[in-house]
Protein backbone atom coordinates (compact mmCIF):
# COMPACT_ATOMS: atom_id res chain seq x y z
CA UNK A 1 0.00 0.00 0.00
CA UNK A 2 2.79 2.15 0.81
CA UNK A 3 4.10 2.05 -3.04
CA UNK A 4 0.73 3.43 -4.20
CA UNK A 5 0.99 6.33 -1.74
CA UNK A 6 4.45 7.10 -3.43
CA UNK A 7 2.76 6.66 -6.80
CA UNK A 8 -0.01 9.06 -5.90
CA UNK A 9 -0.06 12.67 -7.33
CA UNK A 10 -0.43 15.60 -5.10
CA UNK A 11 -3.26 17.19 -6.89
CA UNK A 12 -7.21 18.44 -6.11
CA UNK A 13 -8.81 16.11 -3.18
CA UNK A 14 -11.15 14.55 -5.87
CA UNK A 15 -8.01 13.06 -6.98
CA UNK A 16 -6.91 11.90 -3.83
CA UNK A 17 -9.69 10.11 -2.98
CA UNK A 18 -8.74 8.10 -6.50
CA UNK A 19 -11.47 9.49 -8.93
CA UNK A 20 -10.34 11.42 -12.31
CA UNK A 21 -12.30 14.61 -12.31
CA UNK A 22 -11.23 14.69 -15.82
CA UNK A 23 -12.72 11.65 -17.14
CA UNK A 24 -15.94 9.74 -17.05
CA UNK A 25 -16.81 5.86 -17.51
CA UNK A 26 -20.42 4.61 -19.37
CA UNK A 27 -20.64 1.08 -18.41
CA UNK A 28 -22.33 -1.19 -20.56
CA UNK A 29 -22.37 0.68 -24.25
CA UNK A 30 -23.79 -1.74 -27.32
CA UNK A 31 -21.14 -2.00 -30.29
CA UNK A 32 -23.11 0.64 -32.48
CA UNK A 33 -23.10 2.65 -29.02
CA UNK A 34 -19.52 2.82 -28.78
CA UNK A 35 -19.50 3.52 -32.31
CA UNK A 36 -21.71 5.85 -32.61
CA UNK A 37 -19.45 7.97 -29.46
CA UNK A 38 -15.97 7.37 -31.33
CA UNK A 39 -17.48 8.84 -34.67
CA UNK A 40 -20.01 11.59 -33.67
CA UNK A 41 -19.76 12.08 -29.69
CA UNK A 42 -22.46 11.71 -27.03
CA UNK A 43 -25.71 12.30 -28.24
CA UNK A 44 -26.74 13.60 -24.78
CA UNK A 45 -30.05 16.05 -26.99
CA UNK A 46 -31.27 19.41 -24.86
CA UNK A 47 -29.47 18.90 -21.61
CA UNK A 48 -26.24 19.98 -23.20
CA UNK A 49 -28.00 22.95 -25.25
CA UNK A 50 -25.69 21.73 -28.30
CA UNK A 51 -22.81 21.73 -26.45
CA UNK A 52 -19.83 18.69 -26.50
CA UNK A 53 -20.69 16.14 -23.37
CA UNK A 54 -16.81 15.06 -23.65
CA UNK A 55 -14.40 13.46 -26.03
CA UNK A 56 -13.99 9.38 -26.95
CA UNK A 57 -10.43 8.59 -24.87
CA UNK A 58 -11.10 4.70 -24.89
CA UNK A 59 -12.65 1.75 -25.11
CA UNK A 60 -12.64 -2.05 -24.13
CA UNK A 61 -14.50 -4.80 -24.47
CA UNK A 62 -16.20 -6.40 -21.42
CA UNK A 63 -16.81 -10.18 -20.70
CA UNK A 64 -20.31 -9.90 -21.64
CA UNK A 65 -19.68 -8.33 -24.71
CA UNK A 66 -20.77 -4.81 -23.75
CA UNK A 67 -18.21 -2.29 -23.87
CA UNK A 68 -16.74 0.36 -21.48
CA UNK A 69 -15.88 3.54 -22.82
CA UNK A 70 -13.72 6.39 -21.12
CA UNK A 71 -14.56 9.80 -22.29
CA UNK A 72 -12.19 13.04 -20.97
CA UNK A 73 -14.33 15.81 -19.81
CA UNK A 74 -13.70 19.49 -18.23
CA UNK A 75 -15.41 20.52 -15.18
CA UNK A 76 -18.91 21.43 -16.44
CA UNK A 77 -19.36 18.31 -18.74
CA UNK A 78 -18.15 16.41 -16.09
CA UNK A 79 -21.41 18.16 -13.72
CA UNK A 80 -24.02 17.53 -16.53
CA UNK A 81 -22.60 13.74 -16.17
CA UNK A 82 -23.11 13.35 -12.48
CA UNK A 83 -26.40 15.07 -13.23
CA UNK A 84 -27.64 12.52 -15.81
CA UNK A 85 -26.19 9.84 -13.35
CA UNK A 86 -28.59 11.69 -10.60
CA UNK A 87 -31.52 11.52 -12.95
CA UNK A 88 -30.76 8.65 -14.23
CA UNK A 89 -33.38 8.74 -16.78
CA UNK A 90 -30.92 9.10 -20.04
CA UNK A 91 -29.01 6.17 -19.12
CA UNK A 92 -32.19 3.84 -18.40
CA UNK A 93 -32.98 5.03 -21.91
CA UNK A 94 -29.62 4.40 -23.42
CA UNK A 95 -29.37 0.92 -21.25
CA UNK A 96 -25.86 2.65 -20.38
CA UNK A 97 -24.52 2.93 -16.78
CA UNK A 98 -22.70 6.45 -15.87
CA UNK A 99 -19.87 6.14 -13.52
CA UNK A 100 -16.63 7.83 -12.07
CA UNK A 101 -13.52 7.45 -13.77
CA UNK A 102 -11.03 5.67 -10.63
CA UNK A 103 -7.35 6.37 -10.79
CA UNK A 104 -4.83 3.51 -10.35
CA UNK A 105 -4.94 4.35 -6.43
CA UNK A 106 -8.97 4.63 -6.77
CA UNK A 107 -8.94 1.19 -8.21
CA UNK A 108 -6.99 -0.50 -5.62
CA UNK A 109 -8.96 0.57 -2.88
CA UNK A 110 -11.75 -1.02 -4.49
CA UNK A 111 -10.01 -4.35 -4.94
CA UNK A 112 -9.79 -4.38 -1.21
CA UNK A 113 -13.24 -3.75 -0.95
CA UNK A 114 -13.84 -6.13 -3.20
CA UNK A 115 -14.54 -9.52 -1.29
CA UNK A 116 -16.85 -7.25 0.99
CA UNK A 117 -19.00 -6.44 -1.69
CA UNK A 118 -18.95 -10.19 -2.78
CA UNK A 119 -19.85 -11.60 0.66
CA UNK A 120 -22.87 -9.03 0.15
CA UNK A 121 -24.06 -10.16 -2.19
CA UNK A 122 -23.75 -13.26 -1.17
CA UNK A 123 -25.97 -12.63 2.25
CA UNK A 124 -28.97 -11.37 -0.21
CA UNK A 125 -28.28 -7.82 0.01
CA UNK A 126 -27.90 -5.60 -2.70
CA UNK A 127 -24.83 -3.61 -2.54
CA UNK A 128 -23.56 -0.73 -4.71
CA UNK A 129 -20.58 1.24 -4.60
CA UNK A 130 -20.47 4.91 -2.92
CA UNK A 131 -17.57 7.12 -4.27
CA UNK A 132 -14.15 5.15 -4.44
CA UNK A 133 -14.82 2.86 -2.04
CA UNK A 134 -17.51 2.95 -0.22
CA UNK A 135 -20.37 0.34 -0.20
CA UNK A 136 -24.01 0.94 0.49
CA UNK A 137 -26.36 -1.82 0.82
CA UNK A 138 -30.05 -2.29 0.37
CA UNK A 139 -31.80 -5.24 1.18
CA UNK A 140 -33.97 -6.73 -1.05
CA UNK A 141 -37.19 -7.04 1.06
CA UNK A 142 -37.16 -3.52 2.31
CA UNK A 143 -36.04 -0.10 1.93
CA UNK A 144 -33.71 0.06 4.83
CA UNK A 145 -30.36 1.10 3.98
CA UNK A 146 -27.04 0.06 5.94
CA UNK A 147 -23.31 1.54 5.13
CA UNK A 148 -20.45 -0.21 5.06
CA UNK A 149 -17.28 2.35 4.56
CA UNK A 150 -13.74 1.49 4.34
CA UNK A 151 -11.30 3.66 5.62
CA UNK A 152 -8.82 4.38 3.52
CA UNK A 153 -5.81 3.47 5.76
CA UNK A 154 -7.14 -0.15 6.69
CA UNK A 155 -4.74 -2.54 5.30
CA UNK A 156 -1.91 -0.99 5.59
Not at 89 to 110: C, D, F, N, Q, S
Request: hydrophobic share 30%; proline share 5%; with cysteine.
Amino acid sequence: MSALRQQQPALSQPQELGIDEGKVLLRGLTEGQRDQIRRDGVPLGPRTEGRSAGKYARHWRRKDGLYNVVLEVTPAQNAVWRQLAKDGEWAREKRVKIAPYLTPLGRALRRQMQSRFDSLWEQGLKPRWQGVCGIVCQRRAGSSQDSDRSSMSSGD
